[in-house]
């Protein structure tokens, strides 16, 4: 995923959480702050999510990599 992307989908979810409240017109200081923390923790995850599947996806290559490379055999 680009960043535009992740941000998009963030931004989605976020507002789906939001306005899929029936009270979001009358939330509380309290309540918004609340609602930024779970959407922090989102894009954290997220981010967190994206950079392990690019390491793992690093690491299979230089498997691959290192499985496929010839290999002196003493005779």
């Known amino acids: 995923m680009t960043p535009d992307e992740i941000v998009n989908d963030i931004n989605t979810m976020n507002r789906e959480a939001l306005y899929g409240r029936v009270d979001y017109h009358n939330l509380t200081h309290e309540e918004v702050l609340e609602l930024m923390d779970a959407a922090a923790m989102q894009g954290f995850r997220m981010g967190s999510n994206l950079a392990l599947s690019m390491v793992k996806g690093a690491l299979l290559v230089q498997l691959t990599r290192a499985a496929d490379a010839p290999r ?4």
């Open 72 to 75: 002196d055999t003493p005779v």
